[in-house]
């Protein structure tokens, strides 16, 4: 019996870990879809009020256009995707032949034979902000720090006669 809580609770929190992770990327994936979609729309039904003449003679084949203009839209379509897929594709064929790997964890393990892991640098300023007026206020502060010692700088000035900022004067 107590095993059988056991498992029901990790059952349970790693349901709710994957929650956490995959409900972001659900959000994000329906906005950027809705988003996508509606761009789309609004560009569609503009086009028809401006040119409603002109829209629907590329909607439908004629004489004077052969294709229509959701034809050309299509075969566009379909070969930018056979060509992206292709590519990307190929891309990794030929990574993966040269690095000699054959699964994404192989492939981890050699970058990081390859390429050296960069140091991290302790932060020289603040990086936790209450809010974007806080951040702003902070980024405007370091430029005036920055440009009132470029221009003492420039000026020849020492650390005495300095321009400072204009907090200091």
């Known amino acids: 019996m107590m095993e059988n809580d056991d498992t029901e609770k990790q059952t349970k929190s790693k349901g709710k870990v994957l929650m956490q992770k995959v409900a972001p990327a659900i959000f994000l994936v329906s906005m950027g879809s809705f988003m ?3 761009g789309f729309a609004t560009a569609f039904s503009l086009a028809k009020k401006q040119d409603p003449k002109g829209f629907s ?8 256009l052969p294709d229509s203009g959701s034809a050309i839209a299509s075969r566009a379509l379909a070969r930018a995707t056979l060509y992206s897929f292709g590519g990307f594709g190929l ?8 690095l000699g790997v054959r699964t994404p964890k192989e492939f981890s393990a050699k970058m990081n034979e390859v390429i050296p892991k960069a140091p991290k ?3 020289t300023g603040r990086n936790e ?6 951040l702003f206020t902070y980024l405007e502060e370091e430029d005036a720090k920055k440009t009132a010692k ?4 420039e000026l ?3 650390s005495k006669t300095s321009l400072g900022t204009e907090k200091d004067r």
């Open 36 to 38: 996508f979609f509606g």
């Open 57 to 64: 003679k590329g909607m439908i084949r004629s004489k004077q």
């Open 91 to 98: 891309f990794i064929f030929i990574t993966c032949a040269v």
């Open 121 to 123: 640098k302790e932060s």
């Open 129 to 134: 902000f209450d809010s974007f007026r806080e």
């Open 150 to 153: 470029l221009a003492n700088r």
């Open 156 to 158: 020849g000035c020492d």
